[in-house]
């Protein structure tokens, strides 16, 4: 009996328009005949884009990649709102005469950039209690929905046609951007609702690479898939790397936290409980860690200090 190769890596799946993530997910573990996939954040069922899916061992990061900052092109279509906040959902309100100017758009806009506060939209799989959002919607229940602070690290605008605006955004991770289109479409006095959406990146994962569901297929059946097949290592590349000394493998391969005595290369721009990865002699890579001094206190640390408490161990086959 022939044994099937374990399969262990980050794909990055371009999700189609009316999937949703989970459909994604079922479609790949079909494809690739394994179980173990998860995505690293949900997309919702209209939009398309960069959909990174975890297989394997690599379950083990996908909330490292989660954390990762996104991209998005946004298209707002301008005096019509729905109780989705996107085009799927019922209309709710239309302003015929819009009279909005560019030039109005883009005094607005960076009222949305850094730090602001958002309601998660009621069909969202945001949890209250337990259960999702968007079940309680359709039930026609009515929940209050504290807001959240996400941050919003540019909002660029692209094209003005109204009613349909085209933007750019960049932000952290858990930034609704229906929320954001419907925010805008409220300061701007008419009203507005999320018309198309494309991830365009999610931390290191980019539209460059990127693979259709089919292509997927044909790989696999071409006995071609490791050709797309990200190794964890590569996947969690955009952390900043912290090097030991080869003493210290065997320490950190069984949960131990390190010593600053330990360390051979430290950068020199870590904030303290920043996440990093843990690089052996030969830079492969051994944990994940948190660290407990920022970078200009290291110097000054005592050799016994600690200055890497673990947070995810790997093998040596990561």
Do not use: W
Request: a positive charge; charged letters at 25%; aromatic letters at 4%.
């Amino acid at each position: 009996m022939v044994m099937k190769p374990e399969v262990h890596g980050v794909l990055n799946i371009n999700k189609p328009a009316g999937m949703t993530s989970h459909d994604v997910v079922d479609a790949v573990r079909k494809i690739l005949g394994v179980r173990r996939v998860g995505h690293t954040g949900t997309l919702d069922p209209q939009a398309t884009g960069v959909l990174p899916l975890c297989v394997g061992r690599a379950t083990r990061i996908a909330q490292f990649l989660t954390q990762a900052d996104k991209e998005y092109l946004m298209t707002l279509r301008l005096g019509v709102t729905t109780d989705t906040l996107d085009a799927a959902g019922k209309e709710t309100g239309r302003v015929e005469d819009i009279r909005v100017r560019r030039e109005d758009l883009l005094a607005i806009l960076p009222r949305f950039v850094g730090e602001i506060q958002q309601v998660p939209p009621i069909f969202s799989a945001k949890k209250y209690r337990g259960e999702r959002l968007y079940r309680l919607a359709r039930r026609g229940e009515k929940v209050e929905r504290p807001p959240v602070a996400v941050r919003v690290h540019g909002l660029e605008l692209l094209e003005f046609t109204p009613p349909f605006v085209r933007l750019r955004a960049t932000c952290s991770k858990g930034t609704y951007a229906r929320s954001l289109c419907d925010d805008i479409g409220r300061a701007l006095g008419c009203g507005g609702h999320l018309h198309a959406l494309t991830r365009t990146r999610s931390g290191r994962f980019s539209l460059d690479g990127i693979l259709t569901l089919e292509a997927l297929e044909a790989r696999v059946r071409e006995g071609r898939l490791p050709e797309v097949l990200i190794p964890i290592a590569d996947a969690l590349a955009h952390l900043p790397a912290v090097r030991v000394a080869p003493e210290a493998g065997r320490l950190i391969l069984h949960g131990g936290a390190v010593a600053a005595a330990l360390v051979v290369q430290f950068p020199g721009d870590l904030a303290r409980g920043a996440l990093v990865r843990v690089l052996g002699f030969r830079k492969q890579l051994l944990s994940l860690a948190e660290t407990t001094v920022a970078s200009p206190d290291f110097a000054a640390c005592e050799p016994t200090r600690v200055v890497l408490q673990p947070v995810r161990v790997f093998s040596s086959a990561a």
